[in-house]
């Protein structure tokens, strides 16, 4: 289904008009805010009213060039090793590394932060995020409206702001269900990964970047949570050039391999 038409609004320097972009499955108004990038006036910030849509399905194919079991291994941005499964016609990318340092070209990138839903920073990777990006970041997640007192972005759903200090060009922010507490957590996490999708795809984001949503504290089960991401970016493949995954810890990067290679070799 398609929302109200979208509306561009080009922004980049001091004092510019920007609007959040939303992902919830349903019409949202424009919001316009202004937003200051004293450290990024180089880049510019395309932010406009995402339109509502059908995520479009995408089928993996094997390629010339990977191993005997489907897989090639290539250096990673930030020092290890990157996966690759070849898709049709984009690639999905596993590594081991730190996704604040993860980038592709700047300006058709965006890295997935696990946020809370009041969006203003918080632990783990989200923390970390906050921290590279600088305090702008905070500033912007600040201006998104609230949808009820003290949550900016509801569990399953997806808010977009510019990188600002980060290298990659946008940061695309999901809460992911909390395992014990969610009614149903399996699809509260599809449709974290899938409203980031979305969003990245209304943007023109050709390149994305997600930690393992819902891993750390939040408790979900490293091998549920793995065929939920795989299984989902799946439904992707012809929208995006590239979708990465760059994990932290050893025990989440070798179950999302093996995922992979269960769903997307088979």
């Known amino acids: 289904m398609i929302g109200a038409a979208r509306a561009p609004i080009i922004g ?12 919830n499955n349903s019409p949202l108004p424009r919001i316009n805010r202004t937003l200051s990038y004293p ?28 191993s ?28 081991k590394g730190d996704i604040t340092k993860w980038s592709v070209d700047g300006s058709s990138d965006a890295i997935v932060n696990p946020a809370n839903e009041r969006m203003l920073g918080g632990g783990g990777a989200d923390g970390a995020i906050h921290r590279a990006a600088g305090p702008q970041l905070r500033d912007a997640c600040y201006t998104v409206p609230e949808v009820r007192p003290g949550v900016r972005c509801p569990t399953g759903e997806a808010r977009i702001t510019p990188g600002f200090n980060l290298p990659a060009f946008r940061v695309i922010h ?8 969610d009614g149903n957590p399996e699809a509260s996490l599809r449709n974290a990964y899938r409203n980031s999708l979305i969003l990245a795809k209304d943007n023109n984001i050709k390149y994305i970047a997600f930690p393992a949503i819902s891993c750390g504290v939040y408790g979900y089960p490293y091998e549920e949570a793995a065929k939920v991401a795989i299984s989902t970016v799946k439904e992707f493949a012809d929208d995006l050039k590239e979708v990465h995954f760059v994990l932290f810890s050893d025990e989440i990067y070798n179950v999302w391999l093996e995922k992979a290679k269960e769903l997307l070799q088979a």
């Open 68 to 95: 005997a079991a489907g897989v090639s291994t290539l250096p990673c941005d930030n020092g290890g090793n990157t996966n690759v499964f070849a898709m049709s016609p984009c690639l999905l990318k596993i590594s």
């Open 39 to 66: 450290n990024n006036k180089n880049k510019k910030h395309f932010l406009f009213k995402t339109p509502l849509m059908d995520a479009l399905g995408g089928v993996f194919v094997s390629a010339a060039g990977v």
């Open 12 to 23: 980049g320097l001091r004092g510019s008009r920007a609007t959040s972009l939303v992902s």
């Open 174 to 181: 999901t809460v992911g269900p909390i395992y014990d507490v």
